[in-house]
Every structure is written in structure tokens, then in C-alpha cells.
Nanobody, 126 residues
Framework: QVQLVESGGGSVQAGGSLRLSCAAS????????WGWFRQAPGKEREGVAA???????AYADSVKGRFTISQDNAKNTLYLQMNSLKPEDTAMYYC????????????????????WGQGTQVTVSS
């Protein structure tokens, strides 16, 4: 089992930046792909970015060029640097892990991920 704890959410104005963190504990050796997801009220959970253990990354089209996913293997921590934030980025952000490799070509759907954090709220005002 992998336990995940997100942090770094908050409220910012459009154009601002935030950096989310996700600390993992437990069976971290089993992680082959880390992902960031978000869910806005009344909407389905959607993939934002993912990174494999070999460093391959994938992004949703809506965040390409603005968000950067990275990981610190020594600290078992995942990051999401979010720049040029827009009101439509407002959502609860979750990190998740899976044993499956994404290959960096596309975002894996949520059902591939078996460990989830509790989420951190990001609110972007116009």
C-alpha cells in the first residue's frame, strides 16, 4: 500500500503560480507512474499530468506549456509546478500512483491508479 499526502494548494489570481507537492510513504518501490488529477464541482475527474519512474511525462492539452510535473525519488515526492493559472484550473487536485507504466505518450485514465491522496484545493480568481 502507498499512502499519499498532497499540499501546496491555495487561492491565487489569474496569471499566478502554485506548486503542489505529494509525499508518498509505504510501498513506494511499487510505483511505476505518478499522476496528478483534478476534479471541479459537477465535473468528472480528469488527468492533468503524469510521470513514469523513468522520467517520461504526459500532459493534458489544457495545461501543456503551463504546468510541469516532476519527482524527487530520494524524497518520494511528486510536484506539480503550475504557472499562468486560469480560473478554469480551479479544482480539487489529487495525486495518485500505479504499478502501470504510462510510457509518457498519453495520460492513463483514473481507474488505472490504485492509491490516491486526499486532495488539495486550488482556486484561481479572475
Amino acid at each position: 500500500q502507498v499512502q499519499l499526502v498532497e499540499s501546496g494548494g491555495g487561492s491565487v489570481q489569474a496569471g499566478g503560480s502554485l506548486r503542489l507537492s505529494c509525499a508518498a510513504s509505504g510501498s513506494t518501490y511499487s510505483i511505476n507512474c505518478w499522476g496528478w488529477f483534478r476534479q471541479a464541482p459537477g465535473k468528472e475527474r480528469e488527468g492533468v499530468a503524469a510521470i513514469d519512474s523513468d522520467g517520461s511525462t504526459a500532459y493534458a492539452d489544457s495545461v501543456k506549456g503551463r504546468f510541469t510535473i516532476s519527482q524527487d525519488n530520494a524524497k518520494n515526492t511528486l510536484y506539480l509546478q503550475m504557472n499562468s493559472l486560469k480560473p478554469e484550473d480551479t479544482a480539487m487536485y489529487y495525486c495518485a500512483t500505479t504499478r502501470v507504466y504510462s510510457g509518457g505518450t498519453a495520460l492513463l485514465p483514473p481507474f488505472y491508479f490504485h492509491s490516491w491522496g486526499q486532495g488539495t484545493q486550488v482556486t484561481v480568481s479572475s
